[in-house]
C-alpha cells in the first residue's frame, strides 16, 4: 500500500510538472511577447524593453523555463499585469467561493444519486426504476448553464424567491446573503452532475446484483436486501469511486461556467478576465491551481479505491 | 431473475427504440442545419422584426433584442454545432487513433509513457484545453475552438484505441497474419481497424456530444465563434439578460442543444446494442 502510494505521489507531480510544461509552451512561445499585454497598446519601444526586463521575457527561453519552475517550486505566481496584487492571494480569495459551491454541489449530487442510483437498479423492472433511468439520461443531456438560466427564471424572477445572481461584497461576513446566493448555483450544478453520478451508481450496484457472492450470501440465508447491504453496497462503491475523482473535477469545471451564470466572483470569472485582459500570470495561476486540483482528486480518489478494495492492493502494481 | 429467452427480444425491441428516437432527434438537426445552408426564413442579419416579439406565423420561435429572426438563428446555431461536433471528433479521431496505435505496438518503455500521458492529458479537463488554446491566440474564431476541442479529445480516443488495440492484438489471427509475412501496415489496415471501428465509433458518438456541449460553453463563455456566427451558446448568453419578458430566446436554443446531446446518445445507446454481442445476448 505504501509503496503503491509512493509510486501514484510521483505520477501526481509528474503529471504536474507536464502540466506545467504544457502551460509554460502555450502562454510563452505563441505569438505576442507578454510584455506587450503589460504596457498596451501606444507604447514606445523602451517602454517594452523595460516591460520586457521587468517581466525576464527577454531571457533566452531555456532561463525563462527554469526560472517559471523555480517560481513554480516556492509557490511565487508572480503578481497580475492588471492589478499588481499576487495572484495567489486572489486565487485564495476566488477558491472561498468557487470550493464551497463545488463541495456543496458534489455533496448533495452524491445524496441524490446514490440512493435513486441504488433504487434504479434494484428495481430495475419495474416502472419507477425505468422513469429513474430515463430522468437520468434526461439529466446527462442538459447543458449546465442553460438549467441556470431557467432556475434564475423560475425562482427570482418569476417566483422571486432568490437573488438571480451576485455575491455579497463583505463575503462570508454577511452570512445569510451569501448562503441564498449560493442555493441555485449549488442547485444547478448538483441536479446535472446527480443525473450522471446516478448512471455509474445503478451500473456499479446492476453488476453486483448478478455476481456469484451475492448468490452465495443469500443461498447461506441473508436476505436479499442484508447481503446488498453487507456484501453488494461496498463492492459496488469500487467503480463508483474510481468515477468519484474524475466527477468532482467535472463539477469544479461546471462551476467555472454556473459562476458566470449568476455573476459569482470565483475562479471561472478571475480566468475569463484574464483572458479578456491577457493577464498571462492570472491566466497561468487559474490553470495551474485547478490543473493540481485535478490531480489531487484523481490521487485521492485512486487511494480510497485501494482502502476500500483489498483484491487491487494485491495487483503487481 | 428472468431468463435470457425472455429477456432478449424486450431488450431489443428497447435498444430499436432508443436508436430510432435517437435517429429521428439527431437527423431533424442535421436537416436544419444542412437546410440553413441554402435557405433560412430570413436573413441572420436581417432586424426587420419588432424587438423581443414571441414566437408567431411570420417568426417561428420569435425575434432577438435586435429584431433578428430566431428560427434562422437556431437553424445556423444547428449547423455551427454539427461543424464543431465533426470538426473536433475528426482531430480528436485521428490524433487519437495514430497514437493509441502506436502505443498498443509499441515497445513496452515506450507504451508505457504513452499510457501516462494520455492518463494525464485526461486529467487536463477538455474545456480548461479549449480555453488555453483560446487564450493564447490572439483572435477566437470556429477553427480555434474546434481544434481546442479535437485536441482536447484526442487523449480520450488514444486511450480507447489503445486498449482495443491490445485486445485485437492478443488474437490468434494477428500471429497467423504475422508469420504468413503480413506487414504491420496491413495488419493495421486489414485486421485491427475493421475490429476497432464498432466500438470506436459508438464511443466516437458519445465524444460528439461532449464537443457539442464544450462549445456551447464557450460560447456562452465569450470564448467562441465571433458574432456573425449563431452559435446556440451564444444565443443563451444573448437571451440570458432578457429571460423574464423574452423567455422563449432562452428556452429554444437550449432545447436545441439538449435535443442534439441526448439524440447523439440515444443513436450511440442504440448501436452498441447492435454491434456488442455480449450486451446483445445479455
Known amino acids: 500500500m505504501v509503496r503503491y502510494m509512493l509510486r501514484r505521489l510521483v505520477i501526481l507531480l509528474l503529471s504536474l510538472f507536464i502540466a506545467a510544461v504544457v502551460l509554460f509552451v502555450l502562454l510563452r512561445l505563441l505569438p505576442g511577447d507578454p510584455a506587450n499585454a503589460l504596457v498596451g497598446v501606444g507604447a514606445t519601444p523602451e517602454q517594452i524593453a523595460a516591460a520586457q526586463a521587468q517581466l525576464g521575457s527577454d531571457q533566452p527561453l531555456s532561463l525563462q523555463f527554469l526560472t517559471y519552475l523555480g517560481d513554480l517550486a516556492r509557490f511565487d505566481l508572480g503578481n497580475s499585469f492588471v492589478s499588481r496584487s499576487s495572484v495567489l492571494d486572489e486565487i485564495s480569495r476566488r477558491l472561498s467561493v468557487t470550493l464551497p459551491l463545488t463541495l456543496a454541489s458534489f455533496v448533495l449530487a452524491l445524496v441524490i444519486a446514490i440512493p435513486f442510483g441504488i433504487l434504479a437498479a434494484v428495481k430495475a423492472d419495474r416502472w419507477y426504476g425505468l422513469l429513474l433511468s430515463v430522468i437520468s439520461q434526461i439529466g446527462i443531456a442538459v447543458p449546465v448553464f442553460w438549467l441556470g438560466i431557467l432556475l434564475v427564471y423560475e425562482f427570482s424572477l418569476n417566483l422571486r424567491l432568490l437573488p438571480s445572481g451576485g455575491f455579497p461584497l463583505r463575503g462570508y461576513a454577511d452570512p445569510g446573503r451569501a448562503i441564498e446566493s449560493m442555493v441555485l448555483p449549488v442547485l444547478t450544478i448538483a441536479i446535472v452532475m446527480s443525473a450522471s453520478l446516478m448512471r455509474y451508481v445503478r451500473a456499479a450496484t446492476l453488476e453486483v446484483l448478478g455476481s456469484d457472492f451475492l448468490r452465495t450470501a443469500r443461498a447461506l440465508g441473508e436476505s436479499h436486501t442484508g447481503a446488498l447491504m453487507r456484501h453488494g453496497l461496498r463492492n459496488a462503491a469500487v467503480p463508483v469511486v474510481s468515477v468519484l475523482g474524475i466527477e468532482l473535477s467535472t463539477t469544479f469545471l461546471g462551476a467555472v461556467v454556473v459562476e458566470q451564470v449568476f455573476s459569482l466572483p470565483g475562479m471561472g470569472s478571475m480566468l475569463l478576465l484574464g483572458i479578456q485582459q491577457r493577464d498571462y500570470p492570472n491566466i497561468q495561476g487559474v490553470l495551474i491551481v485547478s490543473t493540481l486540483l485535478v490531480l489531487l482528486t484523481g490521487f485521492l480518489a485512486d487511494i480510497l479505491q485501494r482502502v476500500l478494495d483489498p483484491r487491487l492492493r494485491k495487483e503487481a502494481r | ?282
Not at chain 2, 54 to 72: C, E, I, N, Q, V
Not at chain 2, 201 to 213: D, E, K, P, R, T
Not at chain 2, 222 to 243: H, I, Y
Open chain 2, 1 to 282: 431473475m428472468s431468463t435470457a429467452s425472455t429477456a432478449l427480444p424486450s431488450r431489443r425491441r428497447r435498444g430499436n427504440a432508443t436508436f430510432w428516437l435517437g435517429l429521428i432527434l439527431v437527423g431533424g438537426i442535421v436537416l436544419a442545419g444542412v437546410v440553413s445552408f441554402f435557405w433560412t426564413p430570413y436573413a441572420l442579419s436581417d432586424m426587420a422584426g419588432g424587438r423581443l416579439e414571441a414566437p408567431s406565423a411570420a417568426h417561428w420561435a420569435g425575434t432577438d433584442r435586435l429584431g433578428r429572426d430566431l428560427f434562422t438563428q437556431l437553424m445556423i446555431g444547428a449547423r455551427i454545432a454539427l461543424i464543431v461536433g465533426c470538426g473536433a471528433v475528426g482531430i480528436g479521431a485521428v490524433i487519437g487513433v495514430a497514437t493509441g496505435i502506436l502505443a498498443a505496438f509499441a515497445t513496452r518503455f515506450l507504451d508505457d509513457a504513452l499510457a501516462a500521458f494520455f492518463d494525464i492529458l485526461i486529467a487536463f479537463p477538455t474545456l480548461l484545453i479549449a480555453m488555453l488554446v483560446v487564450a493564447a491566440r490572439e483572435e477566437a474564431s470556429l477553427g480555434t475552438a474546434i481544434l481546442a476541442l479535437g485536441i482536447g479529445l484526442s487523449p480520450i480516443v488514444g486511450r480507447i484505441t489503445r486498449i482495443l488495440t491490445k485486445q485485437v492484438l492478443g488474437q490468434d489471427y494477428i500471429t497467423a497474419a504475422r508469420v504468413s509475412g503480413t506487414s504491420w501496415g496491413a495488419i493495421v489496415y486489414w485486421h485491427i481497424l475493421p475490429n476497432i471501428v464498432p466500438f470506436l465509433g459508438v464511443n466516437l458518438a458519445l465524444q460528439f456530444g461532449l464537443a457539442v456541449m464544450a462549445e456551447a460553453s464557450l460560447s456562452y463563455l465569450g470564448l467562441g465563434a465571433p458574432p456573425p456566427n449563431a452559435s446556440w451558446g451564444r444565443m443563451l448568453q444573448e437571451a440570458q439578460g432578457t429571460v423574464y419578458t423574452a423567455p422563449w430566446g432562452a428556452i429554444l436554443p437550449g432545447l436545441a442543444l439538449f435535443a442534439l446531446v441526448i439524440g447523439i446518445n440515444l443513436l450511440a445507446d442504440g448501436l452498441r446494442d447492435r454491434f456488442d454481442p455480449a450486451r446483445r445476448d445479455g
